[in-house]
């Protein structure tokens, strides 16, 4: 809903001003009230805050028709001197923007954007990528599949939103392999650092589609001590354009912020940039003892202007190179529907400029929120080439799941570049085809190219993956060549189905190392009854996906309430609730409409 935002520039202050750990105490004022607390009008005061309710901020948004007031800069002291010229150029650098050379300018003043209840009446603007399903390939044509992980759940969060709604999805949000990887599967854990995956492997019959088989790949990610946890060098990127007024959007924004802040440690750092029409530093770079600090400058936001995202991103990443640590995790954490509309706002030309930030060593992670204009499309773009995750924020408890019950495997890397390579047995398996992971594929010659990026995986974070293959001697999905001839397969190690290798590298180091791991007879079950849990939940929730794709793979016969059995029996231990939410998923798809209903 581009159209409707309003503008309330956030101000500019001084960059250089900013790189300070923070203004000294107001005279009078215990150095106490620095540390953590309420952020309440009277001690974020204090603080040089203004903060701002909710209610007020809604009763603004809700007055059609009346033009916008820019909102009060939050106090700064005036920088002098060098400071000053600093500040300046900052200035002039962001308003510039080095993405593409041209000048940011706001958008003209436009009126207040309608309360909620107009929006919802506007045509939805929401996008996502065109992904087409990975084909069934032969195995005498390409017997070796390349792809780069995946650890994203945006994808999951957004279905249910749509689901719980009564709605089913666009085809094109559903990807397979975020639903399959939001869950924890329990795999063993690997024993050390250097060695930071361990892998699972399960072959069952597939339940939708006779004679064929599923491959279950499941890698468990090492979990580092907390205490041997680095630093962490973060900078908050929030969006407070007019699209983000909505409570499912800036105000649960704020809260899922404050979520992060209560895990920040006395070493961590955060810093924080906020941008509407344009952009600006909010809060210069402040320890984590000083919490309370840190919720007054998320208080003092609010939403009001067009979205200069492109501007946001250059100052957030110059702010995070400013104060970059080789010994911490670096990282851009940026909170926005992802509907750029001011200034960069292609997403190629965002994606190559932040494929260019992250050889800095600065990472970004995207997390979405609202609905109605959500770019999916911008966040997933970000995100992949950015060397972080994509989640999306759809309630308070997906806020906990992500800033509080998965802070670790959100941002403590223990692997970048991660790839995963599967070579078939000709003698063994005639077909397969991946599960999911269209935007992930890589060619074979990269998995051996250290430079070729993949994707990132945090500490005890799991990646799944799923061939559906079809073995030899059952029915292949395509006819045999007339005229081709087949050459006789080379000889195999007896029993082997395939052979499993995973590339990664450590945290800073530029060369990978090599995980291999041959899939045979051992890890065959006659059944999807006597396969174990993880391969069972994780067949209930691919299948799940893929009728939400309308894939024409699924046997008709394979229907929401085949999931939801075979879903019901691969429970098991459930602390969260999460499975149990998902089976009411499955019978929340059986009865939803149509997006055109």
């Not at 399960?202 to 790949?217: D, G, K």
């Not at 990282?331 to 190559?352: E, H, M, Q, S, W």
């Not at 291999?516 to 396969?531: C, H, K, L, N």
């Amino acid at each position: 809903m581009s159209g409707s935002k309003t503008v309330r520039s956030v101000s500019f202050i001084a960059l250089a001003a900013l790189t300070a750990a923070g203004a000294p105490p107001a005279p009078g004022v215990a150095q106490s009230a620095y540390r953590d607390g309420s952020p309440t009008p009277a001690a974020c005061e204090a603080l040089g805050f203004t903060t701002v309710s909710e209610h007020d901020d809604y009763r603004r948004s809700a007055r059609v028709g009346m033009p916008s007031p820019p909102p009060p800069p939050p106090p700064q002291r005036e920088p002098r001197g060098r400071a000053a010229d600093a500040a300046a150029g900052a200035h002039k650098r962001i308003e510039e923007l080095a993405v593409t050379g041209h000048r940011v300018r706001p958008a003209a003043p436009s009126m207040y954007a309608p309360p909620p209840a107009i929006m919802r009446q506007q045509a939805e603007t929401e996008r996502y990528p065109n992904a087409q399903a990975n084909p069934i390939r032969r195995v005498a044509d390409e017997p070796v599949s390349t792809f780069s992980v995946d650890v994203d759940t945006a994808a999951y969060a957004n279905v249910r939103r749509f689901l719980n709604d009564g709605r089913r999805p666009p085809a094109d949000a559903v990807r397979v392999e975020e639903l399959v990887n939001y869950f924890d599967y329990g795999y063993a854990a690997p024993r050390e650092r250097t060695i930071p995956f361990r892998p699972f492997v399960a072959v069952t019959p597939s339940p939708w589609s006779a004679e064929r088989q599923i491959m279950h790949i499941g890698l468990q990610g090492y979990e580092a001590p907390r205490a041997a946890q680095p630093p962490l060098n973060l900078v908050f990127l929030i969006d407070t354009s007019g699209s983000m007024s909505s409570e499912d959007r800036l105000p649960l924004a704020r809260k899922s912020l404050g979520l992060l802040i209560d895990q920040l440690r006395p070493q961590d750092r955060v810093a924080m940039v906020a941008y509407a029409g344009s952009a600006g530093a909010v809060l210069a770079p402040t320890d984590g003892r000083q919490k309370l600090k840190m919720r007054c400058a998320l208080e003092a936001l609010h939403s009001g202007g067009s979205t200069a995202g492109g501007a946001g991103l250059a100052l957030a990443y110059d702010l995070a190179r400013q104060n970059f640590d080789p010994k911490a995790v670096n990282r851009v954490i940026l909170v926005t529907d992802g509907d750029f509309n001011v200034g960069v706002a292609d997403p190629a030309k965002l994606k190559d400029f932040v494929a260019e930030q992250r050889k800095t060593g600065v990472y970004l992670s995207v997390y979405g929120y609202g609905r109605g204009n959500y770019n999916d499309t911008m966040m997933q773009t970000l995100a992949q080439n950015g060397n972080g995750t994509a989640a999306y924020v759809d309630t308070l408890n997906e806020a906990r799941r992500l800033f509080r019950d998965d802070f670790t495997a959100s941002l403590f890397p223990i692997a970048d570049d991660v790839k995963i390579q599967v070579e078939f047995n000709p003698a063994r398996v005639s077909e397969y085809r991946l599960i999911g992971y269209e935007t992930r594929m890589l060619a074979r010659e990269d998995f051996n190219n250290d430079r070729v990026d993949a994707g990132e995986v945090g500490a005890g974070a799991s990646v799944t993956a799923l061939y559906e293959i079809t073995p030899t001697g059952a029915a292949a999905s395509s006819d045999p060549l007339r005229y081709g001839r087949q050459p006789a397969p080379a000889a195999m190690p007896a029993g082997e189905i395939a052979f499993l290798k995973v590339r990664y590298k450590l945290p800073g180091e530029r060369a990978s190392h090599l995980i291999e791991r041959p899939i045979g007879g051992a890890d065959v079950y006659a059944s999807v009854a006597a396969a174990p849990e993880p391969a069972r939940w994780a067949l209930a929730v691919a299948g799940f996906g893929q009728k939400l794709r309308g894939d024409p793979r699924i046997d008709e016969r394979f229907g929401w309430p085949q999931v939801a059995a075979l879903a019901q029996g691969a429970r098991g231990e459930d602390p969260f609730g999460l499975r149990a939410e998902f089976v009411q998923l499955v019978r929340n798809a059986d009865g939803a409409r149509s997006l055109n209903e």
